[in-house]
């Protein structure tokens, strides 16, 4: 199966990917797209159903182009990610680890903390929310989500109310005209604080005061904004937001540490899973507590937090690159009287580049040279930057915990960094997305012993 949740049957030495159909099904399908090695298909008939289906329990499934795998089990789902993982890291990554089972979502629906859902406007000109089919921008209308918190389908439908009652305008792709964007919620999952964030193609949003009256009641309303995004773009957020209640960040907490959370800064949306990817990622690293750590990609200093608890005689420092972001790190390594953290904020690749040619680092050089016990690192999907790759062989860690969101360019960067001496030791996958097709993992590399001096 595919991360997009379809089947891939063979005919003729020829993949054939089919939308909704599962590994061990019989079925009939018809073909609609012949490329030269491979072709899609539609699912006419299902002959023997696959022992991996079950049954799915959300309407939009068929349309929404959100979840994949509502079709077949979690423990199939779970047995597919895992494959997927270990697969990538043996093709691409040449390394043949015995797999491990990946750590299963405790729940498997409403465990989301954040939404974005679009808002355009039906056939009527009456402002619609829903979901994007998948692969286009032709919404799906829908008021809720199955995966998202309730409060936040709640939150949702207040604000739909709001915008039809004043007929306030949606926004329209084609023209590039209409107010109303997207809907954009998070809630802290232990604090139960809730952002609401209107992404509007203007400055100003007509009676704002109404709308913050109707917010606000709603318990655990922490934060009422604005994000102003006047751009032709498929980007959700613009660069500036006003806050017009309330609080301008959030707070939530994980493994016991506060965090300050804003708009802008990236959060992880399954918090009972990222306490346990985080703890994995420790787990990995095994400090004995006076390391030099460093979090690169970093946030706002989750992990880094993790980290500085456990080197109380160390040092860890931070690398982002959203401003925002690292405001709320400093902050909330404050807040939690955390010392032993310096953070920074730029591309990854240079800030770090820089620092290390400079030798002008927060972490002292030791006697071989090294700047680093241990670098943390938690890209975007695209993986690490190659020049970062670089810099950090050249910091010479013992060890490199890679937090990826994506198996394919986590196994590339696998395999230049073993290239460079640094080989696989271990590996785990944690399922922060049920029904989605992403999947997380922690990998743990490690120079030969000796090959460090
Ligand atoms: N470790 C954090 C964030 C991981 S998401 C957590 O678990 O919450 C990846 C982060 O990388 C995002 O915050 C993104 O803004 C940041 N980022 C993207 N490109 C970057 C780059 N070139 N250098 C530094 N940070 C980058």
Redesign the pocket.
């Given at each position: 199966m595919t991360s997009d949740g379809s089947g891939i049957g063979k005919y003729d030495g020829m993949a054939i990917f089919v939308p909704l159909t599962a590994i061990g099904d019989t079925a009939r399908v018809k073909i609609l797209k012949v490329k030269k090695t491979y072709a899609f298909g539609k699912l006419t008939e299902i002959i023997e159903p696959s022992p991996d289906r079950a049954e799915n329990r959300c309407p939009s499934f068929s349309q929404c182009g959100g979840c994949v795998y509502r079709h077949i089990s979690y423990a199939a789902e779970c047995r597919i990610k895992t494959d997927k993982v270990y697969e990538a890291i043996k093709r691409i990554g040449g390394a043949d680890m015995p797999p491990q089972p990946i750590i299963c979502s405790e729940n498997t629906e409403h465990y989301r903390n954040k939404a974005q859902f679009p808002v355009r406007e039906d056939e009527n000109g009456i402002p619609q929310t829903g979901f994007f089919a998948g692969r286009s921008h032709r919404l799906i209308p829908a008021s809720s989500c199955a995966i998202q918190h309730p409060v936040i389908n709640e939150v949702v439908e207040n604000v739909m109310n709001f915008l039809r009652a004043y007929g306030i305008s949606a926004y329209r792709e084609e023209s590039h005209k209409g107010l109303v964007r997207h809907i954009y919620v998070r809630r802290g999952y232990h604090t139960g604080q809730i952002m609401v964030c209107l992404v509007i193609n203007g400055n100003e949003l007509p009676h704002a005061a109404e709308f913050i009256t109707r917010l606000r009641t709603i318990e655990g309303m922490t934060s009422i904004c604005l994000n102003l995004n006047t751009k032709k773009t498929n980007v959700i957020l613009g660069s500036s937001t006003k806050l017009l209640w309330g609080s301008p960040a959030i707070e939530d907490k994980i493994g016991g540490i506060r965090y300050q959370i804003s708009p802008q800064?990236?959060?992880?949306v399954n918090p009972v899973q990222?306490e346990k990817l985080?703890q994995t990622a420790l787990d990995f690293a095994d400090l004995q507590g006076d390391e030099r750590v460093w979090?690169?990609?970093?946030?706002?200093g989750?992990?880094s937090l993790f980290l500085a608890k456990a080197v109380p005689n160390g040092q860890v420092t931070g690398?982002?690159?959203?401003p925002e972001?690292i405001e709320n790190a400093k902050k909330n390594a404050a807040l939690n009287g955390i010392s032993n953290t310096s953070f920074y904020c730029?591309?990854?690749?240079d800030?770090v580049t820089d620092m290390v040619a400079k030798r002008r680092t927060p972490s002292k050089e030791d006697q071989n040279g090294a700047l680093a016990d241990v670098v943390v690192v938690?890209?975007?999907r695209k993986g690490c930057?190659a020049k970062?790759l670089d810099t950090i062989v050249t910091m010479n860690p013992e060890k490199i915990v890679y937090?990826s969101?994506d198996p394919a360019t986590l196994a590339r960067d696998v395999k230049v960094l073993g290239e460079k001496g640094y080989e696989v030791k271990k590996v785990r996958a944690c399922d922060m997305f049920p029904q989605g097709g992403h999947v997380e993992t922690v990998v743990c590399l490690q120079k030969e012993k000796g090959e460090r001096a």
């Open positions: 800064s990236f959060y992880q990222t985080y979090d690169l990609y970093c946030g706002i989750t992990i690398v982002e690159i959203v972001a730029g591309a990854a690749e800030v938690d890209p975007p930057d970062l937090v969101c």
